[in-house]
């Protein structure tokens, strides 16, 4: 009879976390009334429009209001065909962005608007047309096992890092060992995903490494996906609702969000980009009432903000009462105070940033202990090592052509002459005309991919002596080409290679120089070009530039060989 109590206990327990599941810990305090005024999102979030992923962008806002999250910001791969969604849907503002496969891992393309031609796949260059169309990019899960996915590349006008991502290979357990996971979703889906997800450092430790230089906000990876979607094959699971319960990004925004769409977007993307914001697991615990800041005589900062440094700084954190919470105070990645909360004087310059955890909450099963909170940084700093910092996140300026030409191909000063030819697919129409004293193309791609038109120089040429290519160009609108380069290869089926870099035109003429030894071919060979046996210089529009169906114009001029390129200073944003 003894026995009869625990056992009644164990069973109202069970039924307990059958109908209630897992609950994070509540909040002994609420958020000061603003500023900041506190907003709560979803970075990062896939639809049916993403080939891996399920649901509408009506499903996402109906998931993200039922966890009352107040914006998404929907990235799917490589497209944009939720931008017409964008804006209040369900009370919750969609924004719409895209997720580009870059050469060096994926990229998140966010605030450009819709975009006028298909990004190429250099990281600079999708960095530099982020710019070019007032928008910026996020380094989307940079420490991902995948190589494919893990950024690569340099960071190089990249404004932001993901530091906690659930979409990246290597969070969930794979076959088998899914299966307990499977099994308690369908019981308690946050306590599944909470005991299912593997949290490593290694993005943190990536983001303190690029802090020692230059400000890099850090953000959260939601990347949910509404399921796992292969071909014909859905599961539901895990839903984007049950991803938006584990943890959002909490923006710390100057003015509550006002209903205008277009002006939201626009803080929502700015506070982004800048880091003004932290990223909590609210799965763990309420973090809602979590604040940090730095003051000084100079004033006061808040995440993402930089505070000149005049004498000693105060650092003070709070958890809002959440029992179990330690906040970590780290300078420049290093831990200088701990505790429940951190009233801490900063004496040295550096990046302070903070950590939350929940001691005794659920860990995850990865190799380092999942976070409740992660802080973007505040930038404490004398006026000129700020600015420092800024100089050396900026994007570096393209390439120009320099004095030293070696050989005019072409100035089309002449009435250009049969090597000048157009070569079409799938249905493409082009042709050239003089159009003084530049080579004017009109093309239109056919109706379907793969459909190409092309602008050909068919003709030998020598390219052992230079360094890069140079010429003018100009579009009727921002456009796309690729430059190519072919060269023989004898032996081979074709018997010629194509390299190719990727060229921005704009309505203005512009200088452009592609240095050889960037180019590549499509599909990343090992080798460089052949130079002294170059057959035929093409400028290349395809589906990968426009639609198919699309039309354009582009001009072109002063083609020539030259020996060097410059680097003009960088221009600072
Ligand atoms: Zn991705
Ligand atoms: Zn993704």
Known sequence: MKAKAPLCAAAAALAWVAVAGHRPRPAARTAAAGPPFRVRGAPHVHTAFSADATGTVDDVARAARADRLQFVVITDHNSQAALPAAGYREGVLVVCGLEKS???????????????????????????????????????????????????APWDGIDALEVLNFGAAGSWPHGAAAVP??????????????????????????????????DVAGLLGTDAHGGLRAGHVTVPFPDHRRIFALASQYLLLAEPLSGDADRDTRRVLDALRQG??????????DASAFSFEATSPAGRAGPGEDLPQSGPARLTADAGGVEGARLVLRRDGG???????????????????????LDGAPSGRGPDPLPWIVSNPVYLFPPEELAARRERGALPAAAVRPAGTIEVLDDFTRPTGAEWQVDRDGGAAGAWHDDGGALRFDFRLGPRAPTHAALVRWAPLDLSRATALALRVRGDRPLRFDLQVRTAWPGHTPDMRVWRRSVRAEPE?????????????????????DRAHVVGLYVHVDESNLAPGSSGTLWIDDLALVRALETPAPVLR
């Open 102 to 152: 870059t050469d060096a891992g994926h990229a998140l393309v966010l605030g450009t608007g819709a975009l006028p031609f298909g990004l190429d796949g250099d990281p600079l260059e999708v960095a530099r047309d982020a710019a070019r169309f007032g928008g910026f990019v996020v380094a989307a899960h940079p420490a991902s096992p995948d190589r494919d996915l893990r950024w690569t």
């Open 181 to 214: 996971l499977v099994g308690r979703y369908a019981l308690d889906p946050t306590a599944a995903l909470l005991r299912g997800f593997a949290f490593s450092r290694e993005a943190l430790d990536r983001w303190d490494r690029l802090l020692v230089a230059r």
């Open 276 to 285: 003004r914001s932290y990223l909590a697991m609210d799965a763990l615990g």
């Open 335 to 357: 831990v200088v105070a701990e505790g429940p909360r951190i009233d801490y004087v900063a004496n040295l310059s550096g990046v302070y940033r903070v950590e939350g955890f």
């Open 509 to 529: 003429w512009s200088d452009v120089a592609v240095a050889l030894d960037t180019l590549k071919t499509y599909d990343h060979e090992p080798g460089a070009p």
